[in-house]
């Protein structure tokens, strides 16, 4: 049920394949995949500083890495390791030779998985930038689907069939029904909405899907298209058993585009760029938000906020800054040395001030690690307990972030969301566990918090301020909601 | 020590007068497979539509309505008459076959086994009556003699109007169902009581989607032929897919639920059934269930029934426990008969002091919903709400008698009883005298099938005779008001959106405020 074109690629229908296809067809970018992974693995892309990829302020970032590089620094190595697999997956899908957009997903989803477990399933940033390329290879998909059939559809062109192909076509590239499930989409009733996303259940499900095949083959394929929309789905069906999810494409997703490529390329370059160019697009705003005699509040380390903080200051502002100093990480410390350093009034207090400060400042400036669907936040342990502070105080509270920390996903485990425990040693010498009675006492050292979309009232992003009510927008318009969930 | 909620809810079923449901549920168990094949084969035969079960027969009035209509079809308005007389038939039938209060447990006892055996219960099985109510509209269009798409908008704009009065007022009873045996009548009766005003908003923003579907997809072919048929063959798809919106909205939901966690539900709701059992059954998560009673159609017993019929441990207790119960609950999961356009839901009366007090706990309100309960309505308050049918207010007079022959559609009529007293003493005459352990407000329902099952067969076999007895038993505790006091029914409230933490609805999960950016989409 494979095109015949792409004899080539395929086994490339099941992202769980994919290392297998890489090795048969491309070692060479399974050495990459490998050598980045083996990175990833150690934490290496902490150490090594930032390349040439990571321009601006490196300097800076180096200087940093220095001052605390034996503290907890995992916040930052972040951006470096975006930006390298977005540079990963570049070179990787510029020169693998996948067929066709299915195909091409099909290679992401894999890449994703693998990527994800290689990170300890740690960095959401990962999955994230997956999911946007995978965006932009739908998007592209969906650009001009009719061109693309005209070549594959020869054979079999009824007049009546073809009139409707074309008026299904017409409808995808109009609105771009097809880019996500909405209650709009809905009204078109396309086939792979009635597939998409067919949950695996015990019985009646086998039934249910065969008509939902049919149904797929007779209203809107172009024989070669809809029928290997029909194969992916059976095996999707078999291979899934972990997941409950399997993709079903839409049928056009099945032919071949030759200007696909290219324009993936394209999509990817812009990806990188608006990497680059991140913290300048943040910083820009910082003069709206940090005003003239402010007493700003910060918890622990974070470069988006310190930069956000000196962009400030060099704009002549003269604000203060309260520090916490984020046990037991200490981040703070280097945070406020870094920007006593760049001429800013700072003052440093310990987490546990944080009530007592909190009447006196004007604004809260959080960090975060992650921005959760439901405009929730996953910042550094304690935050949680600032943003509780700053409401009981009716203090706004600012989030700055990046959006490729934008994650598709809700917490479901509430405080256990992407949370990470870590070993207490930082909490507890370990020379004191000899004690006895030590030993019997358990410690933990969460690395996150998760704070509710309520105790936010902005996020600062590299594409401007949003209310967290707006966050699921964004998510549409970034990500596609059948990539939401396809790493695991 | 179940019997009593037992007791009770089969009590009040019969005060609503739903007990006359049971005759329409002839087999609607075994339909929901092979029920697009069979509403294809229907218009065939008269055979086999004589044979066919009724309710399926419903949505394709037979030979001698359709004699009748060519007789009258001189006058587009009375086809549609009949048009609409046979979409109401059907909405009524899979309306109580969906929803009726009876039909998978004791009640309504449906006789046949094969009810049971579906294991994902009813919830899967029946369909809602929405997409009942949209597959009635492609019945409209497939019979049809309109030449033009104006034509046929107007035809389903009137039908869809018949029936959303119908939902609204409960009238008028289609008098041309002379295919239909008595049974009929007691349909439509029950229908009324069962709609009760609740399921307007559902009905009325479904009907309002499937238009709004046909003037898209008339929009792209200019040949109304081809249009026609394009129209129904994605129709069909359409309904398909709201069908499959239960089962989407399961899966989604489910990774909502943590394993020990503590889950209130309030009223029926299949989509909130079919979630938590699929969470139980097939995911195995291990969580409990407190389903508040839901008065006055014991909405939450009934489904605290299939619940514990899928395992999932399940409390029960009176509706005015719930900030009792609500500080050892994480979470609250409610269904909606419709989402407004500012992100609040229309849901059975309680909701709205369900979420108030669940945000004041800190505890977050999720509501399962599908996406085609969407509504363009902004009510700022409950007093915005539309017309509910009979308003929701009545004043009552009498006792135990019918006041008149309209039954107050929202305002349906309420009976008050002194429960405690009433199981006092009929627990000693009537019941088992081991039962009577808890007469306090917390009522547990015990995951033993046993109490049902002797309820059901007891149903089952005499159920006049048994309810009678149990009007005599119920009747000197039945408190009788002056006229001269208001009594107040409304069937559903209104809960902003800021009680509401997110809503699981087959277009994924959204926040409140992405319903309106749905519904401006759909119109963009």
């Known amino acids: ?488 | 020590m179940n019997s009593h909620s037992l007791r009770t809810s089969a009590g009040q079923a019969h005060w609503m007068g739903n007990s006359v449901s049971e005759p329409i549920v002839p087999s609607r168990a075994r339909c929901d497979s092979d029920k697009m094949q069979i509403l294809q084969r229907m218009m065939t035969t008269q055979d086999e539509y004589m044979h066919s079960p009724m309710w399926m027969r419903v949505g394709n009035p037979g030979i001698q309505d359709r004699r009748k209509e060519m007789a009258i079809s001189s006058h587009r308005s009375s086809v549609m008459i009949i048009n609409g007389n046979s979409a109401l038939t059907w909405v009524t039938t899979s309306a109580s076959a969906g929803n009726a209060p009876g039909s998978n447990d004791g009640i309504g006892g449906d006789g046949a086994g094969d009810d049971q055996q579906s294991q994902p219960p009813r919830s899967s099985s029946s369909i809602p009556l929405p997409v009942a109510a949209i597959r009635v509209l492609l019945n409209v269009i497939r019979r049809s003699k309109a030449e033009t798409m104006m034509g046929l908008q107007a035809e389903l704009r009137d039908a869809s109007d018949v029936m959303v009065n119908f939902a609204k007022l409960g009238g008028p009873i289609p008098s041309t169902s002379a295919h239909t045996s008595t049974n009929r009548n007691a349909t439509t009766t029950t229908t009324r009581y069962i709609l009760a005003g609740r399921s307007y908003i559902a009905l009325s923003s479904g009907c309002e989607l499937f238009l709004k579907f046909i003037t898209r997809a008339s929009l792209d072919t200019p040949h109304f032929q081809q249009c026609k048929v394009q129209v129904l063959d994605r129709g069909t798809r359409f309904a398909e897919l709201a069908l499959m919106a239960r089962s989407r909205i399961s899966t989604i939901g489910c990774s909502f639920i943590n394993d020990g966690c503590t889950i209130l539900t309030h009223g029926r709701s299949s989509v909130v059934e079919s979630l938590l059992v699929r969470a139980a059954q097939l995911e195995k998560k291990r969580f409990n269930v407190i389903v508040l009673e839901g008065r006055p159609d014991a909405g939450g017993i009934k489904a605290a029934k299939s619940y514990v019929k899928a395992g999932i441990p399940t409390t029960v207790v009176l509706d005015s426990a719930m900030g009792y119960i609500m500080e050892r609950v994480d979470m609250v999961l409610v269904g909606a008969e419709g989402v407004v356009e500012n992100g609040g839901i229309v849901n059975k009366v309680g909701t709205y002091a369900l979420g108030v007090l669940a945000k004041e706990l800190g505890v977050p309100l999720y509501v399962a919903v599908e996406s085609y309960k969407f509504t363009r309505l902004y009510p700022l308050n409950n007093a915005d709400l539309p017309d509910m049918g009979a308003g929701g207010s009545s004043t009552s007079g009498r006792s135990g008698k019918e006041e008149n022959g309209k039954m107050g559609i929202g305002g349906a009529k309420l009976r008050f009883l002194d429960t405690l007293a009433w199981s006092a003493n009929s627990t000693a005459a009537t019941l088992s005298p081991a039962s009577s352990s808890s007469s306090s407000s917390v009522a547990a329902v015990s995951g033993k099938e046993e109490g049902y099952e002797t309820n059901k067969v007891g149903n089952n076999e005499t159920t006049t005779t048994v309810e009678d007895k149990m009007t005599d038993d119920l009747h000197p505790y039945i408190i009788n008001l002056p006229s001269s006091v208001t009594i107040m029914n409304p069937p559903v409230d209104f809960t902003p959106a800021k009680f509401i933490t997110l809503l699981f609805t087959d277009l994924g999960v959204l926040t409140p405020s992405a319903v309106s950016d749905e519904l401006i989409r759909l119109t963009a």
């Open chain 1, 1 to 488: 049920m494979i095109p015949p074109s792409s004899h080539l690629a395929a086994n490339l229908d099941d992202p769980h394949n994919v290392r297998r296809w890489l090795q048969t067809y491309h070692p060479k970018q399974l050495a990459l995949l490998n050598n980045f992974e083996i990175s990833l693995r150690l934490g290496r892309f902490s150490t090594r500083g930032c390349d040439g990829t990571d321009s601006g302020s490196s300097a800076q970032q180096q200087q940093q890495q220095a001052s605390s590089s034996s503290k907890y620094q995992y916040g930052k190595e972040r951006r470096v390791i975006t930006t390298r697999t977005v540079e990963l997956l570049r070179s990787i899908i510029g020169s693998t030779r996948w067929g066709t957009a299915a195909q091409l997903l099909t290679l992401l989803r894999g890449l994703g998985n693998e990527l994800h477990a290689a990170g300890g399933y740690r960095e959401p940033a990962i999955g994230n930038m997956v999911r946007r390329i995978m965006y932009a290879v739908r998007d592209e998909a969906d650009r001009a689907p009719v061109m693309a059939t005209s070549t594959s559809t020869t054979t079999t062109t009824e007049n009546a069939h073809k009139m409707e192909v074309l008026t299904e076509q017409l409808a995808s590239t109009n609105l771009r029904a097809t880019r996500a499930l909405s209650l709009s989409s809905v009204l078109w009733a396309h086939p792979q909405h009635i597939t998409m996303k067919h949950s695996r259940q015990p019985s009646g499900s086998v039934d249910y899907s065969d008509r939902m095949l049919a149904l797929t083959d007779s209203s809107d394929s172009t024989g070669a298209g809809g029928g290997s929309g029909g194969g992916d789905l059976s095996l999707g069906a078999d291979t899934s058993a972990s997941t409950h999810y399997y993709a079903c494409y839409p049928p056009h997703y099945y032919n071949r585009r030759d200007d696909l490529r290219q324009s993936v390329m394209e999509a990817i370059q812009e990806i990188m760029s608006e990497l680059e160019d991140l913290h300048k697009n943040i910083n820009e705003q910082a003069v709206q938000h940090i005003h003239a005699g402010e007493i700003i509040l910060t918890y622990a380390l974070s470069k988006t906020v310190e930069l956000f903080l000196k962009a400030a200051a060099a704009k002549k502002r003269k604000f203060q800054v309260i520090v916490c100093e984020g046990s037991p990480h200490f981040g703070g410390h280097a945070m406020a040395k870094s920007l006593a350093g760049a001429g800013i009034d700072t003052t440093v207090i310990h987490d546990a001030a944080t009530f007592a400060i909190m009447a006196r400042v004007n604004k809260v400036l959080l960090p975060a690690h992650a921005v959760l669907a439901n405009g929730g936040l996953i910042a550094p342990s304690g935050c949680n307990m600032v943003a509780l502070a700053a409401k009981q105080n009716s203090v706004p509270v600012v989030t700055v972030a990046g959006m490729f920390k934008l994650c598709p996903m809700y917490p479901h485990e509430g405080q256990d969301t992407l949370n990470d425990l870590i070993s207490p040693s930082s909490v507890i010498d370990y020379s004191l566990l000899g004690d006895p009675v030590l030993s019997e006492v358990e410690f933990v050292n969460p690395v996150h918090d998760y704070i509710p979309p309520q105790l936010i009232d902005l996020y600062v992003t590299n594409i401007g301020g949003f209310q967290p009510s707006y966050i699921y927008r964004l998510l549409a318009e970034y990500y596609h909601s059948d990539d939401w969930d396809v790493f695991e």
